[in-house]
C-alpha cells in the first residue's frame, strides 16, 4: 500500500511529464510590483481578465510612487471589468503607498511582512514568494489546486484552503511545493476541469478516488 505522501510524491513526478511546459504563472507581469498587483486584482476574477486591464493600468501607473497616488475612481474605471474594482481600487493604491513608506517601493520576501498588505492573503503572498522569488513558504491553494487536490484525496477540509495548504505541507517535502501547485494548476486548468473532468485521459486516474472511467 502505497502512503499518501507517496502518492502525492509520484503525482508530482507524473504530472511533470505530462505538463512539462506548466508556467509558474498565468497572470502577464514585468516586475515584482507588476506581479503583486495583478495577483491581487486575481481575487475572484480570471486570469485572462486581469490580463486585459494590466496593461493598461501599468501603463497609466507605471511605479509604486505612482499608483500610491492615483485617484481611486480613476483607477476604478479601468479595473471595473474585474468585480469588486471600488475594494481592489482601494487595496492596491494601500500596497502601493505601504511599499513606498515601508519598503522603499520594492517587495518584500516575507510572508509576515506581505500579509500586512491591503487584500494579500496568504495565498496571494504564497504565489508572490514562489513566482516571483523562488522560494517556498507554503503551498498555493488557489480553486484549481483546492479542487483538484480533493478529487485525488490528499486532503478531506472541503473548501477550507489554509487546511488543505496544512495537509500538503505535511504530505510533501518541501522542494516540490511549488512543482505541485504549479502542476496541478495546470492538470486543473486542462484535465481535471470543474465541470466534466476528462478522466479516461488522465495520467493519473490510476491514483484517484474520484475517476469516472468509461
Ligand atoms: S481521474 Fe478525473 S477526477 Fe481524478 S484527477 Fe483525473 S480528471 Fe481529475
Not at 495577483?39 to 486591464?53: E, F, M, P, Y
Not at 493600468?57 to 474585474?82: C, H, N, Q, S, W
Not at 503607498?97 to 496571494?124: A, H, I, Q, W, Y
Not at 488557489?142 to 478531506?156: A, E, F, P, W
Request: aromatic residues 6%; contains cysteine; glycine residues 6%.
Amino acid at each position: 500500500m502505497m502512503s499518501l505522501s507517496e502518492k502525492s510524491v509520484r503525482i508530482v513526478n507524473i504530472l511533470n511529464k505530462t505538463y512539462p511546459d506548466a508556467p509558474a504563472t498565468y497572470l502577464n507581469y514585468q516586475s515584482p510590483f507588476q506581479m503583486l498587483i495583478a495577483t491581487i486584482l486575481s481575487a475572484r476574477a480570471t486570469d485572462a481578465g486581469v490580463n486585459k486591464v494590466t496593461p493598461v493600468l501599468f501603463k497609466k501607473y507605471p511605479t509604486p510612487d505612482k499608483m500610491a497616488e492615483a485617484d481611486p475612481d480613476e483607477i476604478g474605471k479601468v479595473i471595473r471589468p474585474l468585480g469588486a474594482y471600488n475594494k481592489k481600487a482601494g487595496y492596491i493604491i494601500g500596497t502601493s503607498r505601504l511599499l513606498v513608506d515601508r519598503f522603499k517601493g520594492n517587495v518584500p520576501r516575507t510572508m509576515e511582512e506581505l500579509t500586512s498588505f491591503p487584500g494579500v492573503s496568504r495565498k496571494t503572498a504564497n504565489v508572490i514568494l514562489s513566482v516571483v522569488f523562488g522560494l517556498s513558504e507554503g503551498v498555493v491553494v488557489d480553486t484549481h489546486v483546492m479542487r483538484v487536490t480533493l478529487r485525488l484525496g490528499l486532503s478531506d477540509h472541503d473548501q477550507n484552503p489554509q487546511k488543505i495548504e496544512k495537509d500538503l505541507m505535511q504530505l510533501l517535502p518541501r522542494n516540490i511545493w511549488n512543482d505541485y501547485a504549479r502542476l496541478i494548476g495546470a492538470h486543473g486548468r486542462q484535465t481535471c476541469k470543474s465541470r466534466n473532468p476528462k478522466c479516461n485521459a488522465c495520467t493519473l486516474n490510476m491514483l484517484c478516488p474520484s475517476a469516472k472511467l468509461d
